[in-house]
T-cell receptor, first 114, second 114 residues
Framework: AQSVTQLDSHVSVSEGTPVLLRCNYS??????LFWYVQHPNKGLQLLLK??????LVKGINGFEAEFKKSETSFHLTKPSAHMSDAAEYFC????????????FGAGTRLFVKA | DADVTQTPRNRITKTGKRIMLECSQT?????MYWYRQDPGLGLRLIYY???????NKGEISDGYSVSRQAQAKFSLSLESAIPNQTALYFC?????????????FGAGTRLSVL
């Protein structure tokens, strides 16, 4: 069985400071992991994906995530927050065994203060 | 133009009414999905279709039905809407030939059932 837990429902940072959005997953086999971003009144956009080629994954807009198997984590980070980063972020785990089952985390809303 | 288009973007209806949400895509993907998003719950899968002749229930299909009219079109129907179906609905597509089952989302339909 697969599951995904986003540890914070809300995160607030000041502009220019680092961002950390935490995600833990559970999977009985090697998972595919993603981060999506949803800006207000918009659909979800893929930020980055874990492909098993490298544990540190770089995405769009300066975001990156590190896959840590020993900790079953896939935390999203950015060195310096920008006002335009304010959005909701979803960690997603997907099946890799010929099925497609995709599980979304509950989401973390990121607030960026000026 | 958007690759995944949902219509309408917003809809208000009354309890007991039948309503259809439409999704069309220009990505040429075989796989299409319908999700609903509720605050604090992330996205939950209602139905999915791997091709025109394939329809499958997701985790919360009760009260919903779907129709895959063509590769590019996947409609979601609420036969008799009820207030707890008030939510934000997303259509998504994916290509099994693309690595890791990345999904591409429409902008969403906000449905209110009074």
């Amino acid at each position: 069985a697969q599951s995904v837990t986003q540890l914070d429902s809300h995160v607030s940072v000041s502009e220019g400071t680092p961002v950390l959005l935490r995600c833990n997953y559970s999977s009985s086999y090697s998972p595919s992991l993603f981060w999506y971003v949803q800006h207000p009144n918009k659909g979800l956009q893929l930020l980055l994906k874990y492909t098993s080629a490298a544990t540190l994954v770089k995405g769009i807009n300066g975001f990156e995530a590190e896959f840590k198997k020993s900790e079953t984590s896939f935390h999203l980070t950015k060195p310096s927050a920008h006002m335009s980063d304010a959005a909701e972020y979803f960690c997603v785990v997907s099946g890799n065994t010929g099925g497609f089952k995709t599980i979304f985390g509950a989401g973390t809303r990121l607030f960026v203060k000026a | 133009d958007a690759d995944v288009t949902q219509t309408p973007r917003n809809r208000i209806t009354k309890t007991g009414k039948r309503i259809m949400l439409e999704c069309s895509q220009t990505k040429g993907h075989d796989r299409m999905y319908w999700y609903r998003q509720d605050p604090g719950l992330g996205l939950r899968l209602i139905y999915y279709s791997f091709d025109v002749k394939d329809i499958n229930k997701g985790e919360i299909s009760d009260g919903y039905s779907v129709s895959r009219q063509a590769q590019a079109k996947f409609s979601l129907s609420l036969e008799s809407a009820i207030p707890n179906q008030t939510a934000l609905y997303f259509c998504a597509t994916s290509d099994p030939r693309e690595s890791k089952n990345i999904q591409y989302f429409g902008a969403g339909t906000r449905l209110s059932v009074l």
